[in-house]
């Protein structure tokens, strides 16, 4: 499950997704996350799906790709559906002890989890479509306003896009150490939940130790560079919005706009 995590990944393609500007995806992912909390009735998740779809299409990454990306989420959707189900008042349709399943609860816990669902899959669109470098740009494009506040937009940029690049990282050097573990007699999969994140110890300690060993490499590499900061750092390619950035923006904002005034009107 851990090699499913697909935050953080880069899959390259000649692609019209892939061509955007990363401001542009940025912005766009934040107008989709905005819209969905708009929507107040199931039949409106038929559109999210069909825009969903088109947008994977364009995209040309392949659905197995992103549908993988579903499964580490399983735990928190699973939560999800029996809070709903189960603490939501209405009318009973079973019930054991204190837990009472409400047919109001089980509609509740299906929309919540759809909207979990596209959430995910949209907005791992995102990643999966821009190199961690358009991206960095694209997020201190987006802060460069702040720079009049003396907000740090280019480090905090760089933070979050380093972040996001060692993910991926880190998920298989877990998965390293957890096979090389697994090789010496240890089990992770038996016993109690107390038992199995006590067997986590020995993961972790030689995982935090890899972590702060490839932060040191890497600032030294930056040093070595000439890396210092954003002061009089240039670029090789300047970041200009085309005319397809301006119309998916134009239509993902005016669709959100109309979503937010009709589940205020009606």
């Known amino acids: 499950m851990i090699k499913d995590i697909t935050i953080g990944q880069y899959i390259y393609k000649d692609s019209l997704v892939h061509r955007l500007d990363p401001r542009t995806k940025i912005i766009v992912s934040m107008l989709f996350m905005i819209g969905i909390f708009f929507i107040k009735d199931y039949y409106e998740y038929i559109y999210v799906l069909a825009l969903t779809a088109i947008s994977i299409y364009l995209s040309k990454i392949p659905v197995a790709k992103i549908l993988k990306g579903l499964k580490p989420i399983l735990p928190l959707i699973v939560l999800t ?105 240890a089990d992770f999969e038996s016993g109690n939940i107390i038992k199995k994140t006590k067997s986590l110890i020995p993961v972790l300690i030689p995982l935090f130790i890899s972590a702060f060993t490839r932060a040191d490499e890497l600032a030294m590499a930056m040093e070595a560079r000439g890396y210092r900061g954003d002061e009089g750092r240039t670029r090789f390619r300047e970041q200009r919005l085309q005319l397809n950035d301006y119309l998916i923006l134009l239509f993902f904002l005016v669709l959100t706009i109309f979503v937010g005034i009709r589940s205020v009107v009606f």
């Open 81 to 185: 559906i029996i809070m709903n189900a189960f603490f939501t008042s209405g009318e009973v349709i079973f019930q054991f002890l204190f837990f009472k399943l409400t047919i109001e609860g089980l509609a509740l816990a299906a929309f919540m989890s759809t909207r979990i669902i596209f959430l995910i899959i949209f907005t791992s669109l995102l990643t999966l479509t821009t190199s961690p470098i358009n991206l960095t740009h694209g997020i201190e494009g987006l802060l460069n306003p702040l720079k009049k506040l003396k907000v740090p937009a280019h480090e905090i940029a760089m933070m979050m896009s380093i972040a996001l690049r060692f993910i991926p990282t880190l998920i298989d050097e877990t998965d390293k150490i957890m096979k090389a573990q697994k090789a010496r007699g």
